[in-house]
């Protein structure tokens, strides 16, 4: 387990990875309950190209890779913010590290919620993607169930209230191939010093 933190915007930020084989996350995958809590609770639910009922399964979308390095980024919540104020922060964070993470691991991403690179998605219009080659889908989106494999894969838990001394928790991961837990390490370091 890689377990550090790093100042970013005068924020401590810590961060969890962890290596895990696809075959044992796929245990973790409900697809059909998960999605179904989307569209019973969740108001993006069918608004874009990356969120159930578009979203493909775990098993395809991750289907030519056989890990995935988990991270979990997470930081405490101020007394004057909410975890909606941080969430959007911490992810784009997340994104400044794991859209130059795919390219060093010739490995496939999974993003920390829906895609947003458009203010609106063009799903919603009934029109191709602006940029088909950036689309990238969350675990939870696929059907996997994010708090149990944050707290097995990564000893954290994602907790989703505003209580004092609470946190925020962002996931995601990048999927590869034959590459060694040293060299992965070494790679992640190197990247984080640069977000
Ligand atoms: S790139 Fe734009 S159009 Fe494509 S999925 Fe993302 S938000 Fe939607």
């Given at each position: ?30 697809f059909d309950?998960f999605t179904g809590?989307c569209k019973?609770?969740c108001?993006h639910y069918n608004l874009s190209y990356t969120c159930p009922p578009n979203s493909p399964k ?65 799903y ?13 889908f969350?675990?939870?989106a696929m059907g ?52």
């Amino acid at each position: 387990m890689i377990s550090l933190n790093f100042n970013k915007d005068n924020n401590k930020i810590n961060l969890k990875a962890n290596i895990c084989s696809n075959d044992i996350l796929k245990n973790y995958m409900d697809f059909d309950y998960f999605t179904g809590l989307c569209k019973d609770g969740c108001p993006h639910y069918n608004l874009s190209y990356t969120c159930p009922p578009n979203s493909p399964k775990f098993t395809y979308y991750t289907k030519d890779y056989d890990y995935s390095l988990v991270i979990a980024m997470y930081m405490e919540i101020d007394k004057d913010q909410t975890i909606n104020d941080i969430h959007p922060y911490l992810r784009r964070v997340l994104s400044d590290l794991l859209i130059p993470l795919e390219k060093e691991v010739n490995g496939l991403l999974t993003d920390g919620g829906r895609c947003r690179y458009c203010e609106s998605c063009t799903y919603i219009d009934n029109l191709p993607c602006r940029y088909p080659d950036k689309i990238r889908f969350s675990m939870e989106a696929m059907g996997i169930d994010l708090d149990k494999v944050c707290k097995d894969i990564l000893n954290h838990s994602i907790v989703w209230d505003n209580n004092e001394n609470s946190y925020c928790t962002v996931l995601g991961s990048v999927n590869f191939n034959d590459l060694s837990y040293d060299k992965i390490e070494k790679i992640l370091l190197s990247l984080v010093n640069c977000i």
